[in-house]
């Protein structure tokens, strides 16, 4: 595994400073390191996870932090150690086409996947092998995700217009909301009791699950919506545009009147028209985003302050993730590469 300079950690000098809490990770992976300065278990302050074969388009941390999956357009989903010398311990290939977005389970025994070949797939971490491939999209399925609390869901949409609600319990489709336009991001509410669409038109869609209709539809952003991401406190919503800002929409049930709270700039999307994410931080403290001008961007939640602009990468930021436990941040790029890197003050 390489180690490599991140880059200058360029951020606004008059931006305000914090320290994440450290919470202890788990005893075997903690490392001693002799500089009084690193603010992370990381071998060292920055690392690079250099394996996949195309354009890496999605990350994400288990709930633990010990371990990372990153999806690729090579079809794969690479299974990663966070800690240590960050070996590669799990290739998972099931899918035929572009994986565009991965997720972990609760439990982390679990890996769930969308992709360009019209399906949803399950894996079982510990074996590497499928557990099941949820088909029913008919063109290519850009997001997923799986619900927090609440009953054991899965929701996608695609191309087809299509978000649809899955049981994991069965793994069986058990309804579909339809739209005229294409779906490029979802996500649950909480309790998995409302579902989130972010379209090609430029509009959120919230669906009631318990009525199976359309709840309210956020509209603002002047480009199509390349994600959305709901707040640890299930407040508000984060969605990510090609009109090159990024909002944040009060999604609380009684909430009136205009939902945005807060519009955030800093990042680009250029003509690749790529599904850039952006995500919380677990401690909703930050709003991290990829960027097609291949920085990582990372603005303090409160203030909207543009506080941090990573360099390193040499082609489009497409994910980010934070850790759950320590400050760090993982991005996944259009040049093939991850990089682990931690947070300073």
Known sequence: MQVQAFGDQAHDPDAKRRRYDLVPALEQYMLQVP?????????GPTMLLNGHEGEVYGCEFSQNGRFIATCSHDKSILLWNTFGECENFGALKAHTNAVLEVHWSSDGMQVYSCSADKSVQCYDVETGKRIKKMGGHQAIVNSC????????????????????????????????????????????????????????????????????????????????????DLSPDGDSLLTNSMDNTIRVWDVRTLATGNRQRQQLTGHHHSFEQLLIRSRWSPDGNWIGSGSSDRYLHIWDAKSGQLTYSLPGHTGSVNDVSFHPLEPIVASASSDRKVYLGELGD
Request: glycine share 8%; charged share 30%.
């Open 35 to 43: 500089t009084t300065d690193r603010k992370s278990s990381l071998l």
């Open 145 to 228: 995700n799986i619900s927090r609390e609440g009953p054991n869901m899965l929701v996608s949409g695609g191309d087809d217009g299509t978000t649809k609600l899955w049981d994991l319990r069965t793994k069986r489709c058990v309804h579909t909301y339809e739209h005229q336009y294409q779906i490029l991001a979802v996500t649950f509410d909480k309790d998995a009791s409302r579902t989130f669409a972010g379209s090609l038109d430029n509009t959120i869609i919230c669906y009631d699950n318990r009525k199976q209709d359309e709840e309210f539809i956020m509209e603002g952003h002047k480009g199509s919506i390349t994600s959305v």
